[in-house]
């Protein structure tokens, strides 16, 4: 089945200190990739979706300049927390659609720790 | 703006029980509707998906019926295993992503 892996699975940063995470896809081309946060206990949250080739599209409420997103290839998509503070601390998942599919294929998450 | 609700949180229940989960959404404009399996702080196992023309979809003892109109989707796990503690979680897809539930957590006791 389509895999889609992420890196680091878990980073621990200092707060003002900036974070990437990649989302890649494995085994098939991710034309749409998506960015989540899930705090404990709580939903899945859509923070942006991106395209390759072009901008990402940000959800309401996300602030695009402190939450950058590139899709630079049919394969990778990187989110960069900007000056991270502590409350930016969550579980960062992505996932990616492959060509003409409806079904969403996840990756394992990232776990960011803000001090 | 679709919301969507699970139903109950948690659950807890004796090896070999059926497990009966729920999910409810506002909007029935949907395309379809996910079911994912979540462990403790993993990713997401898509586990079945309904389009919005389907009744129901079925995998081995895993089984969803989706009632669209009435903003509906039921997720019964036959002869539940201690394997199977985990957060389920659905999603409906819009019009261009998946909202999601808080999703119900799942403890089978052996």
């Known amino acids: 089945g389509a895999v889609v892996s992420q890196h680091p699975s878990r980073v621990i940063c200092k707060s003002g200190t900036s974070v990437k995470i990649e989302c890649r896809s494995l085994?098939?081309?991710?034309?749409?990739m998506f960015w989540y946060r899930q705090f404990p206990k709580q939903s899945l949250m859509l923070m942006a979706t991106s395209n390759e080739g072009s901008k990402a599209t940000y959800e309401q409420g996300v602030e695009k300049d402190k939450f950058l997103i590139n899709h630079a290839s049919l394969t990778l998509s990187t989110l960069t927390v900007t000056s991270a503070h502590p409350e930016d601390s969550s579980f960062y998942i992505c996932s990616a659609n492959g060509v003409r599919t409806d079904t969403q294929y996840f990756g394992p998450g990232t776990r960011l720790t803000v001090l | 703006k679709q919301e969507v609700t699970q139903i109950p949180a948690a659950l807890s229940v004796p090896e070999g029980e059926n497990l009966v989960l729920n999910c409810s959404f506002t909007?029935?404009?949907?395309?379809?509707l996910q079911w994912f399996r979540q462990d403790p702080g993993k990713g997401l196992t898509s586990l079945l998906l309904i389009q919005s023309s389907q009744r129901e979809q079925t995998s081995g003892r895993l089984n969803a019926s989706l009632d669209k109109s009435s903003g509906r989707s039921t997720l019964y796990i036959a002869a539940s295993q201690p394997g199977d503690s985990a957060t389920y979680l659905c999603a409906v897809k819009g019009d261009y992503k998946l909202s999601f539930g808080a999703g119900t957590t799942v403890t089978v006791r052996a």
């Open positions: 909007d029935s404009a949907i395309y379809n």
């Open positions: 085994d098939f081309q991710a034309t749409t």
